[in-house]
């Protein structure tokens, strides 16, 4: 039993991607006569949408270093299925149950005094010395130590024998905004710290920096790793255009269940917000705001049907939508592509989330739990 809306993964366009991303960064890191970055690729939040184990999988084999999820608990999730690569947790640790860290081998982030204080705690009671990422503020004013009071900070940090820091990273607040410096001021900021971790007793360890954005628009948030989330899944971060070969690794399609007609002067869905006066033919389509499809659409969105574009008209509900299909011939039982290709044409999740005023990794992310994925080479 499979129901009408169901998500297509393309495992194979993420290992694509994976790869894709990887031979771009060897060929031009050799180019400049450095060392390739490893690939730390990011699964947080279900894998966007498209199913962490699978996908944690998918990327293990196709060259990705080490991967990184927000909490404990999805790291426990990827351990528990035989994910054997190392995984960074994002997320802050003050007040989580932290055993997970141990007994599931996840690299935590410190990225707070107590996060620091916790973590030092848990591994003496356990016995072990912790491999930690430290995370700094560079002025995204998030998580992290800030960068210009580490050595206000650090001490209890570096003075724990309990915590191995393996690497430091901070992130990019204004990487997707190509008119914005902060960029290279972060940067900037990042490297000062790295140095004043240097003079504060931090040993050589790896850097990280770049978000899917930032790697795109400057070698130099390189460092060691990389961390992209949104380009593994074939989606390039607007405004920006990449070169790299992506496909777009997911597609969102449905059927039509039932075709009506509606009559001069007569509306439909919740609030009558759509209504005609001329005669239309809308067919209702089985997805709505339950399985993550945002209201937005209304009004704004289209679906493709028999290769065709059908505006979405009428309020989106619970379990479904309508579609405009006059002087269309449609039947229920019709695919319907709310995200992907269908003959000649193809709605992106980008384009989705530009019509009505979203960003890309929100309308994946969002996706419900009630649509099933499918996975399929
Ligand atoms: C989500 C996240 C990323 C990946 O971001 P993309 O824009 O999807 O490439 C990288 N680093 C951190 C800390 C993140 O939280």
New binding site residues.
């Given amino acids: 039993m499979i129901r009408q809306t169901t998500a297509t993964v393309h495992l194979s366009a993420i290992a694509h991607n994976c790869r894709a991303i990887v031979d771009m960064l060897t060929r031009e890191s050799t180019a400049a006569g450095r060392p390739a970055p490893g690939l730390l690729a ?1 699964v ?1 939040a279900n894998a ?1 949408g498209h199913g962490a184990v699978p996908v944690a999988r998918t990327l293990e084999a196709a060259g990705a270093s080490m991967l ?1 999820c ?1 909490d404990i608990e999805e790291g426990v999730e990827l351990r528990r299925a035989g994910v054997g690569l190392p995984i960074l947790v ?1 997320g802050a640790l003050s007040v989580s149950d932290l055993d997970g860290v141990i007994d599931y081998d996840l690299t935590p982030t410190v990225s707070t005094p107590s996060a620091a204080r916790r973590l030092a705690a848990l591994a003496e009671r356990r016995g072990v010395t912790l491999p930690c990422h430290l995370k700094i503020d560079s002025g995204m004013n998030r998580l992290g130590f800030r960068h210009d009071n580490l050595g206000r900070t650090m001490p209890a940090v570096v003075g724990s024998p309990h915590l191995k820091i393996e690497a430091v ?1 901070t ?1 990019f607040a204004t ?2 905004v190509p008119e914005s410096p902060f960029l290279d001021e972060q940067r900037r900021r990042f490297e000062r710290a790295l140095a004043a971790l240097g003079a504060l007793g931090v040993g050589r360890c790896g850097r990280h920096a770049a ?3 930032a ?1 795109l628009r400057d070698a130099r948030t390189w460092y060691d790793f990389v ?5 593994l899944y074939g989606i390039v ?1 607007p405004p920006l255009a990449s070169s790299l070969p992506l496909r777009p690794a997911l597609s969102l399609s449905s059927r039509i269940v039932a075709v009506k007609g509606v009559r001069r002067g007569e509306g439909s869905g919740y609030g009558l917000r759509w209504t005609t006066d001329e005669p239309r033919t809308i067919a209702i389509v089985p997805a709505g705001y339950a399985d993550g499809l945002d209201t937005r659409l209304a009004g704004r969105g289209v679906v493709l049907v028999r290769g065709r574009r059908a505006p979405v008209v009428g309020a989106v509900s619970m379990d479904m939508l309508a579609i405009d299909v006059t002087d269309m011939t449609v039947d229920p039982g019709d695919e319907v592509v709310i995200i992907g290709r269908q003959g000649d044409d193809e709605i992106t999740a980008r384009e989705m989330a530009a019509a009505i005023g979203a960003i890309p ?1 929100e309308v994946v992310c969002r996706l419900g739990a009630r649509i099933e994925r499918k996975f399929e080479d």
């Fill in positions: 990011v947080k966007y990184a927000a994002f990273y992130h990487a997707d978000n899917s954005a790697m961390r992209p989330g949104l380009l971060p990794w």
